[in-house]
């Protein structure tokens, strides 16, 4: 599947598209997407919490997608959710438009719909919290893209989850 063919065959979503009914349960991946690295977070639907899961550290598209698609085959995610930058003024820029077709690029690959969620300040979020951690910031680096991929995917069950489960 092409990465147009995979956005007009209703596998990729933005934020607030994805009909109600589509809400599957099961384990959703979350990535960030870098042209450096992707951070990778994992969580379930039935929690609505999200982790930490790893960071593909490369710039090679061959190696990154045999890297998701191992993620992939082990966790059996429902869903994929994908960060999708903008200005702050939610504006697009270039790492908007990567964004969008790595999102296709997974839909098309994987077969399974995928969401792009507003990122803007997951990093800055992320980057606290491992503060918080008590995580130097010359350790950060490595766990960085990871917590702001968790925090892309919390905000996604947050938004998408919650509401829905609360009587």
């Given amino acids: 599947m092409t990465d147009k063919s995979a956005s007009s ?9 994805l009909p109600v009914d589509l809400l599957a349960q099961g384990t959703v991946l979350a990535f960030d997407f870098g042209q450096k690295r992707i951070g990778v977070a994992v969580g379930d639907t039935a929690l609505g919490l999200a982790h930490p899961l790893t960071t593909i550290d ?3 598209n061959e190696q990154r997608f045999a890297m998701i698609g191992s993620l992939i085959e082990n966790w059996q995610p429902v869903l994929l ?3 999708l930058p903008s200005y ?12 969008q077709r ?3 690029r997974l839909a098309g690959r994987f077969n399974i719909r995928v969401l792009l969620v507003d990122e803007r300040y ?17 350790k950060q680096r490595q766990y960085l893209d990871q917590v702001a991929a968790q925090h892309i995917l919390q905000s996604f069950f947050d938004e998408n989850y919650v509401q829905h489960t609360t009587a």
């Avoid at 065959?9 to 598209?17: I, K, P, R, Y």
């Avoid at 491992?130 to 010359?138: D, H």
């Fill in 9 to 17: 065959s209703g596998l990729v979503f933005n934020a607030g598209q």
């Fill in 81 to 83: 959710v994908v960060g």
């Fill in 88 to 99: 702050m003024d939610g504006s697009a820029h270039e790492m908007t438009r990567l964004s």
């Fill in 102 to 104: 790595f999102a296709r």
């Fill in 122 to 138: 997951t990093s800055k979020s992320a980057c606290a919290a491992l503060q918080q951690a008590g995580v130097s910031t010359r």
């Fill in 58 to 60: 490369s710039e090679k």
